[in-house]
């Protein structure tokens, strides 16, 4: 019963951890969509550094503003999406993947729940933004902004013109070599996947075989199975 209530306060501790990711990084994510919205118009730009800019720029479609598919279809997908990691973070959590790990998958589900809030709900509360000069955006009632429920557009910001491709390349001289402009929920999208690959990759190909939940190899009556062998590192 003891080691019961052991490993059930283990579990309960380490839940919170995905909790102050994911809320963390809606915060920061949503403060910062809300303070380019509400002050710049479509196109403005602060120049931070030659290869570093603020660009506001609205998209309908994917990480780094891709549109490869229709605008409800994709807002109906992140919610299926988020719903599967959600669940995916609660089995990892209670059968005691490692916390570096469940930080990563928290990121990834905490970007794409910051896209998702503005697919969602900008177009309720936020009057259209534009490129002319009185086209900062203001809250609006809920329901007489821009665009209805799931329609609203996604807010970007973050551009890094590092460097134009010289003009004798085929194909891409005069371009800017990375053009995407993005946001902070992109980001943890994006460092999260990259992290699961060259850090994770042998854990997701376990799935949920890591490891059992002690809890419940307990309530059956018979011994917790563990997952494969793992070295300190995947800790």
């Known amino acids: 019963m003891e080691n019961e209530l052991k490993e059930s306060g283990l579990s309960s501790s380490r839940g919170w951890i995905p909790v ?19 002050n710049m118009a479509i196109g403005d730009e602060i120049v931070i550094t030659s290869w570093f800019r603020i660009l506001f720029v609205e998209n309908n479609g994917m990480a780094f503003g891709l549109e490869l598919i229709g605008k409800l279809f ?17 089995k990892i959590v209670r059968r005691g993947f490692p916390t570096g790990y469940v930080i990563t998958v928290s990121f990834i589900i905490a970007g794409a729940l910051g896209n998702l809030i503005d697919c969602m709900f900008y177009g309720l509360v936020f009057s259209e933004s534009t490129s002319l000069p009185d086209g900062v955006a203001h809250f609006t009632a809920i329901g007489e902004g821009y665009a209805p429920f799931l329609y ?15 003009e004798w390349i085929p194909l891409v001289g005069g371009d800017v070599f990375f053009s995407p402009v993005f946001n902070f929920a992109d980001s943890c999208i994006t460092c999260g996947v990259v992290v699961v690959i060259f850090f994770y990759s042998r854990i997701v190909n376990m799935g949920l075989n890591y490891a ?24």
């Open 20 to 38: 102050m990711v994911i809320m963390s990084v809606l915060i920061i994510d949503q403060i910062i969509k809300i303070m380019v919205k509400t």
């Open 74 to 90: 994709l807002s109906l997908f992140r919610i299926a999406a988020i719903a599967f990691f959600c669940w995916y973070l609660h």
């Open 212 to 235: 059992d939940v002690p809890t419940d190899a307990e309530a059956g009556g018979e011994e917790g199975i563990s997952g494969p062998d793992c070295d300190e590192e995947d800790i």
């Open 152 to 166: 609203g557009k996604v807010v970007d910001m973050f551009y890094f013109p590092l460097f134009k491709w010289p």
